[in-house]
């Protein structure tokens, strides 16, 4: 690891944990109160996490992680805690789990008196990918999950409900507990529609297909964060069809044909429930 900028005043760092876009440092500052050093990798998406990062300053630590510090691709961030939602999920139950997150999601969306980032990506522009999937189906002949979700994404894209920035990934394992109560982490910082930032809930945990695919849990989840987000159950099923077969997509383009189908399967099943609503 590089040399840590001196203003920072952290020391004894701890690599935690590395993904395909970063490494994960735990540090300690002046006061002996740990902090995390998130070193980005030069990798395609880098924007992803530069906006979210825009996001998080814009947030001011509010239903978010605060962001202490930036020296070129590294953020010094507030340690949000070990607990992640999706163990609470398994020691508590996913009903608990999908209050906090609606919880959390509602203090995400409150009102800022800061201006929003300017830079945030547009949610139209996020969904190039299922625009993309969509027109090779409908060009070969194909109208199934790709063609159905394009259009539910144009309508919401066009008549949108409220346009504000979003979090952008909130799953369970970007939500933690600690000090602070439960926080967001790892923001991609997008400018949209806020049923957008309930939709990656129906999808996850990724190891828990009994729950993604169980019809009363999605019914359940779908009303959830209808009343948080003051929409019908059925808009917020839009939402989640729409980003599901987005996901699916880009699982499509990376030739991960293992992922791309668990991704359909569960929008599949979003669809067979929305279909009853």
């Known amino acids: 690891m590089q040399a840590l900028p001196e203003r920072w005043q952290v020391s004894a760092p701890e690599l935690i944990a590395e993904t395909f876009s970063s490494r994960i440092w735990k540090v300690t500052r002046e006061d002996g109160s740990p902090a995390i050093v998130k070193d980005l990798k030069p990798f395609d998406d880098v924007a992803d996490e530069l906006r979210g990062e825009h996001?998080?300053?814009?947030?001011?630590?509010?239903?978010?992680?605060?962001l202490l510090g930036r020296d070129g691709n590294r953020m010094l961030l507030e340690y949000a805690g070990d607990r992640l939602l999706s163990q609470h999920?398994?020691?508590r139950g996913d009903d608990a789990a999908t209050a906090i997150a609606a919880e959390l999601l509602a203090r995400l969306l409150s009102p800022s008196q800061h201006p929003a980032p300017p830079d945030l990506q547009p949610?139209?522009?996020?969904?190039?990918?299922?625009?993309?999937?969509?027109?090779?189906?409908?060009d070969a002949g194909r109208h199934g999950l790709y063609v159905d979700a394009a259009d539910i994404a144009e309508r919401l894209l066009s008549n949108?409900?409220?346009?504000r920035p979003l979090h952008g990934d909130l799953h369970h394992d970007n939500i933690l507990f600690g000090p602070r109560g439960w926080l967001a982490i790892d923001p991609k910082g997008v400018l949209g529609a806020p049923g957008f930032d309930a939709a990656n809930m129906f999808y996850n945990p990724l190891d828990r297909d009994d729950l993604c695919l169980d019809p009363p849990r999605i019914a359940h989840m779908a009303e959830v964060f209808g009343k948080t987000l003051g929409q019908s159950p059925r808009a917020i099923l839009d939402h989640a069809l729409a980003y599901g077969c987005l996901s699916a997509a880009w699982h499509r383009e990376d030739k991960n044909a293992v992922d791309e189908n668990r991704?359909?399967?569960?929008?599949?099943a979003v669809r067979m429930v929305r279909a009853k609503l």
């Open 123 to 138: 949610l139209r522009e996020r969904y190039a990918s299922l625009f993309r999937a969509a027109k090779a189906d409908r």
């Open 89 to 91: 999920l398994a020691e």
């Open 55 to 66: 996001f998080l300053a814009w947030r001011r630590g509010e239903g978010a992680v605060r």
């Open 160 to 163: 949108p409900h409220d346009v």
């Open 263 to 268: 991704e359909l399967a569960v929008a599949e």
